[in-house]
């Protein structure tokens, strides 16, 4: 079944506390990226990558980094979190326009 | 910068009713427009991609259509269905390049039996 999968699914953290959400596809898209969305902002696009080893940055970069080692995986990393960084988080793939999303990362930084 | 936006309002609907969504964009038309359904706590599933040179593009009881003149698309569900209740994203890239997406708030739709 072709999916995208994000893990953990829900997470509470604190203030400063390095973490990382894991996101990987098995439809061997070249294209990946992480949103975030917020009540009123809608989907707002964090980073995107083209391939292994290209990212760049989407609308609301700061405060995120991401990787992309390999094709199928694409985490992204909160160095140092801050609560106004609490939101649903999502990743998506696509090779050609339709993207695909995955269920959905709930964060909440304290 | 492009801004997208939707019915800023939810939109409630009798069963069986057609539903029309809109959104509308600010400055250079995409090359494309994308519409998404999102259920409750879960990602947006893509639906339609109607392109700018396409009037009209259809999928069972959904048609999208692009008007680059107003600057708008709208999006149909004919025969509403109470299972068509959800938000639904219109998206463009911002681009044109086919990786990064603006996406509108949503209009979240009740179709009411």
């Known amino acids: 079944e072709a999916q995208v999968t994000q893990n953990p699914r829900y997470l509470i953290t604190v203030t400063g506390k390095k973490l990382t959400v894991t996101c990987s596809q098995n439809?061997?898209?070249?294209?990946m990226s992480w949103y975030r969305q917020d009540p009123g902002l809608g989907l707002r696009q964090i980073y995107y990558s083209m391939n292994v080893e290209v990212t760049d940055k989407g609308d609301v970069p700061e405060g995120y980094k991401v990787s992309r080692k390999e094709k199928r995986n694409f985490p992204l990393i909160l160095e140092s979190p801050s609560p106004n960084q609490t939101s649903l988080y999502f990743c998506?793939?696509?090779?050609?326009?339709?993207?695909?999303f995955g269920p959905g990362t709930r964060l909440t930084v304290t | 910068s492009q801004k997208i936006e939707q019915n800023s309002e939810a939109l409630n609907i009798q069963e069986g009713k057609t539903a029309t969504l809109t959104c509308n964009y600010t400055?250079?038309?995409?090359?494309?427009l994308q519409w998404y359904r999102q259920d409750p706590g879960r990602g947006p599933v893509f639906l339609l991609l109607?392109?700018?040179?396409?009037k009209e593009k259809r999928k069972e009881r959904l048609k999208v259509t692009f008007d680059t003149t107003l600057k708008q698309s709208l999006f149909h569900i004919t025969a509403s269905q109470p299972a068509d209740s959800a938000t639904y994203l219109c998206?463009?890239?911002?681009?044109?390049?086919?990786?990064?997406?603006?996406f509108g708030t949503g209009t979240s739709l009740t179709v009411i039996p």
């Open positions: 400055n250079y038309s995409p090359a494309y």
């Open positions: 109607i392109r700018e040179n396409e």
């Open positions: 998206a463009l890239d911002r681009t044109n390049t086919g990786n990064q997406f603006y």
């Open positions: 439809m061997n898209h070249e294209y």
């Open positions: 998506a793939s696509w090779t050609s326009y339709e993207q695909y």
